[in-house]
């Protein structure tokens, strides 16, 4: 017989009571973040002090309640509903996925394979269709679903490696035959870097091909690239792309990287964990100009589409390349333990055995939404930024740190008689102690970035509920936030 306790843990009446109050107490929580001004982005607390607030056993008997945990994990998060909140590349979700999430959070199902996700497992491929085809990709495209871009670029990178390596590196390894590598630019994300150490391709196993002035890859600067990847004995496999980078934003020129792999045969993997979305926006797809014949994509809705975290799409333009990133045999899961073409078994291609139904919250979202609001999302956020870029310019105290491609804008503040050079060491103090006290006043949560020229301010506008009117107050927060004595 199930023990009373377990009984009652699993009563769906204390699930409906209990679920009617979280709800309240969430919607609560979002009219207080969307409104901004009786919330701090985030109410920073010391590491080490919140650490030792929380109690770190669990007693046996039952003796907490639901909501008193909700209510202060909630006080303590950081608030990306904050309209002043402009900090990594995280959604601000849309309540309907939310709710969507809580469904998949209690389904549980695995994903492995069809049986353990049936429906899940068809909206996956109807969603990433969807986003293949937004890519100008036709019907032999396909891929799947996955926990990250960073798992995403990996995938991508190991299907890269079946089809360029000229081994069979799944079963020899790394060194089963030339020492390989990939080209990307310094600016491409650090996981690029992890996936090539991770394929076992070690130091050099990534080659750094120059960017220019406004931090894109210069296509011609790929040329050297190669040649230097040939003089220490390696042979490139691909090349990654970023549409668009993460410290600035800025959209590698896909077209002529495209031409520099069609003439070398190498595989074009785009990273467009932040920006494939502009894919949306009539008016910002252009930057993504030869996406269309990228071999891989990697797309974030988790960042762009207003979606929780994680849901990466890994799209291949040949569908039927992405089941090469994982060769390999599993007789417990599938009948015919041979690898095969087969969509509705997503494990066959990620790195996840059981993993999240992803899916139903896109799927969802889409269906509830329409596209419409998420092609408004990536336009207006792009338009922002290059708005905030103007006041930026106009204002005599403020640098840019580049143009703004995407939603995300570098910054700093230059005090008026600030001393030093531009890359000097005390303009980056001013931009540290600037940062370091708006996130401990929970006026606005912004990040940094180091640039060619120094440290910067890095916002990024997730949030659709941001207005001109906060990035206008972000300036003058800045500008108190610098100075020696404020705090
Ligand atoms: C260009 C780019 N690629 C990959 C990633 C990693 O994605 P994730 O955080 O989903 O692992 C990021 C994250 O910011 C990114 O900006």
Redesign the pocket.
């Known amino acids: 017989m199930t023990p009373p306790d377990l009984q009652a843990a699993f009563d769906p009446e204390g699930f409906r009571r209990e679920g009617h109050r979280a709800i309240d107490i969430l919607a609560d929580y979002l009219a207080r973040a969307e409104r901004g001004a009786d919330l701090p982005v985030v109410a920073w607390q010391d590491p080490e002090r919140l650490a030792a607030s929380w109690p770190a056993e669990f007693p046996a008997e039952p003796s907490a309640r639901l909501p008193a945990i909700l209510e202060r994990a909630l006080a303590e998060a950081m608030h990306l509903h904050h309209p002043r909140y402009l900090g990594?590349?995280v959604a601000a979700v849309l309540p309907a996925a939310a709710l969507l999430d809580l469904a998949v959070a209690l389904l549980n199902n695995g994903m492995a394979i069809y049986e353990m996700g049936p429906t899940a497992s068809v909206m996956e491929r109807i969603v990433c269709r969807w986003l293949a085809s937004l890519l100008g990709w036709g019907e032999g495209a396909g891929g799947v679903l996955t926990s990250?871009?960073?798992?995403g670029?990996l995938t991508a990178l190991l299907a890269a490696r079946q089809a360029k390596a000229g081994f069979n590196a799944w079963e020899e390894g790394a060194g089963g035959g030339p020492p390989l590598c990939v080209l990307a630019s310094d600016q491409a994300?650090y996981?690029v870097a992890r996936a090539v150490h991770i394929l076992g391709l070690g130091r050099g196993g990534l080659v750094a091909a120059e960017t220019d002035g406004s931090f894109r890859l210069r296509a011609a600067a790929l040329r050297s690239a190669l040649a230097a990847a040939g003089r220490s004995g390696r042979k490139v496999i691909a090349v990654v792309a970023?549409a668009?980078?993460?410290a600035t934003g800025a959209f590698d020129p896909l077209a002529e990287i495209a031409d520099f792999c069609g003439e070398h045969g190498l595989w074009l993997h785009v990273?467009g964990?932040?920006g494939a979305s502009a894919a949306l926006s009539a008016k910002y797809r252009g930057l993504l100009a030869g996406i269309e014949r990228a071999d891989s994509v990697?797309w974030?809705a988790?960042?762009m589409l207003l979606i929780p975290a994680?849901a990466?799409a890994v799209l291949c333009r040949d569908g039927s390349r992405s089941y090469a990133a994982f060769a390999q045999e599993a007789s417990y899961l599938y009948a015919d333990p041979r690898p095969r073409d087969e969509w509705q078994n997503v494990s066959l291609r990620t790195l996840e055995c059981t993993k999240r139904m992803i899916a139903l919250k896109v799927y969802g979202a889409l269906a509830v939404h329409g596209t419409r609001v998420f092609a408004d999302h990536v336009t207006s956020s792009f338009d922002l930024a290059r708005r905030f870029a103007e006041r930026l310019r106009a204002a005599a105290d403020f640098e840019l740190g580049a143009e703004p491609e995407a939603n995300i804008v570098c910054f700093r503040h230059r005090p008026p008689g600030a001393t030093g050079t531009a890359a000097g060491a005390d303009l980056d103090a001013v931009q540290r102690r600037a940062r370091r006290r708006l996130l401990e006043s929970g006026r606005f949560y912004l990040s940094e970035t180091r640039l060619p020229a120094g440290l910067f301010l890095r916002a990024v506008i997730m949030n659709p509920l941001t207005g001109e009117d906060d990035l206008a107050a972000l300036l003058d927060a800045v500008r108190e936030a610098a100075g020696p004595g404020a705090g």
């Open positions: 990594h590349q990250g871009g960073s798992a670029n994300h996981s970023s668009c980078t993460t990273d964990a932040h990697v974030d988790h960042k994680l990466t």
